[in-house]
């Protein structure tokens, strides 16, 4: 009896503190795309891949052409002048490559160093409204199969958002 007294006193006691936990849903995505810091830091680093992308064009384009070239004349070279004329290329084709594996390097950190203080002002609009409502937990919607959307504070951390990103 006492081992049942037990048991039920343990669950009233869990699902007392469970009826008592607030949780809010956010949709971090949605508030980032109607940030206009966020769009300016997306459309920058566009730019960015765009300009590293048309020079790795310019490059390949060029290696293109001195492999045509090289084809053209290639029956005609002595073997040593052939031999050089292929390790430049190799190493026209290698320095693509490495541009390219900087060029992924560059964005990823370009993205990291602009991204970086507007998801910490997301962080602190979604801390403000939680603190302010009192809620335990918010959540991303992104990771939810489902969501009652009373619980729903993404319009109420876009309108803290906008006082904290808004000119002083």
């Given at each position: 009896m006492k081992h049942l007294l037990l048991v039920f006193t343990v669950v009233c006691v869990t699902g007392f503190t469970m009826a008592q936990t607030k949780v809010a849903s956010v949709n971090s995505?949605?508030?980032?795309?109607?940030?206009?810091?966020?769009?300016?830091?997306?459309k920058t680093l566009e730019e960015i891949r765009i300009s590293g992308l048309t020079e790795l064009q310019e490059m390949e384009?060029?290696?293109?052409?001195?492999?045509?070239?090289?084809?053209?004349?290639?029956?005609d070279m002595a073997p040593v002048v052939r031999d050089l004329e292929e390790k430049k290329?190799?190493?026209?084709?290698?320095?693509?490559?490495?541009?390219?594996?900087?060029?992924?390097?560059?964005?990823q950190r370009i993205a990291q160093e602009l991204n970086q203080p507007i998801l910490e002002m997301v962080q602190k609009a979604v801390?403000?409204?939680?603190?302010?409502?009192?809620y335990?937990?918010?959540?991303?919607?992104?990771?939810l199969l489902y969501f009652n959307e009373m619980h729903d504070i993404t319009?109420?951390?876009?309108?803290?958002?906008?006082?904290?990103?808004s000119p002083k």
């Open positions: 995505q949605g508030l980032l795309d109607s940030l206009p810091s966020y769009l300016e830091a997306q384009a060029n290696l293109n052409k001195a492999i045509q070239n090289f084809r053209e004349k290639e029956k290329l190799m190493q026209k084709d290698q320095e693509i490559q490495t541009k390219q594996q900087s060029l992924q390097q560059d964005l801390d403000n409204v939680a603190k302010a409502n009192k335990d937990y918010v959540v991303d919607q992104s990771m319009d109420k951390v876009g309108a803290e958002l906008e006082k904290i990103d």
